[in-house]
């Protein structure tokens, strides 16, 4: 069951970094003149809150999971990631569902940091063989203690990384008041 959840939020992984990909080609070619991508970049627009909150959601449930039922005993920094990702999803649900614009104001400076914290331990536990880097406390697992790596790269920091990068593209994309491009 552990093998098929890290399976499960790797792939999920993997599908952000393809969905980055198309969107950057679509802004990079400007799209715009062709009407079969522009319904994709309108449901986009309208529902990136919606989709915000299932990745913070999902994410949420991903942590949860590790660390109650996989038992992956969550480090220092995996505590920071938890500080900041977890408020998100209730935020975002509320935002969601009161279509509220100032979203933004909360989830960005969240993300942020979270982004950052994650980047940094996924970079310390990149490191680890040759570095000595860290900043847990003796008293509890080591930040660099990697439970699984998958596909040569994806690790727990990787997947909160992308979560709160994914959360930050989402609601910049959000516009309550969609337009079709001109």
């Known amino acids: 069951m552990v093998n098929l959840a890290i399976k499960f939020f790797s792939i999920g992984t993997l599908l952000v970094y393809v969905f980055f990909a198309l969107l950057s080609i679509f802004f990079i070619f400007k799209l715009?003149?062709?009407?079969?991508?522009?319904?994709?970049?309108?449901?986009?627009?309208k529902h990136a809150l919606f989709f915000a909150f299932l990745v913070a959601l999902g994410a949420m449930f991903g942590s949860l999971f590790f660390s109650e039922i996989a038992?992956?005993?969550?480090?220092?920094?995996?505590?920071w990631q938890r500080v900041f990702l977890y408020p998100q999803v209730i935020i975002l649900g509320v935002?969601?569902?009161?279509?509220?614009?100032?979203?933004?104001l909360y989830t960005v400076p969240l993300s942020l940091?979270?982004?950052?914290?994650?980047g940094y331990q996924?970079?310390?536990?990149?490191?680890?063989?040759?570095?000595?880097?860290?900043?847990?406390?003796?008293?509890?697992?080591?930040?660099?203690?990697?439970y699984f790596t998958e596909f040569g790269f994806i690790t727990s920091p990787f997947m909160s990384f992308t979560a709160f990068v994914f959360i930050l593209?989402?609601?910049?994309?959000?516009?309550?008041?969609?337009?079709?491009?001109?």
């Open 32 to 45: 715009q003149t062709n009407k079969k991508f522009e319904k994709y970049y309108i449901l986009l627009q």
């Open 71 to 79: 038992h992956f005993e969550p480090c220092t920094l995996c505590w």
């Open 95 to 104: 935002a969601f569902w009161n279509k509220d614009r100032q979203a933004r």
């Open 113 to 118: 940091i979270g982004a950052c914290i994650a």
């Open 122 to 146: 996924y970079i310390i536990t990149a490191l680890a063989p040759v570095s000595p880097l860290g900043i847990c406390s003796a008293a509890g697992p080591s930040c660099l203690t990697n």
């Open 169 to 182: 593209v989402l609601v910049f994309s959000w516009k309550a008041d969609y337009r079709p491009i001109a």
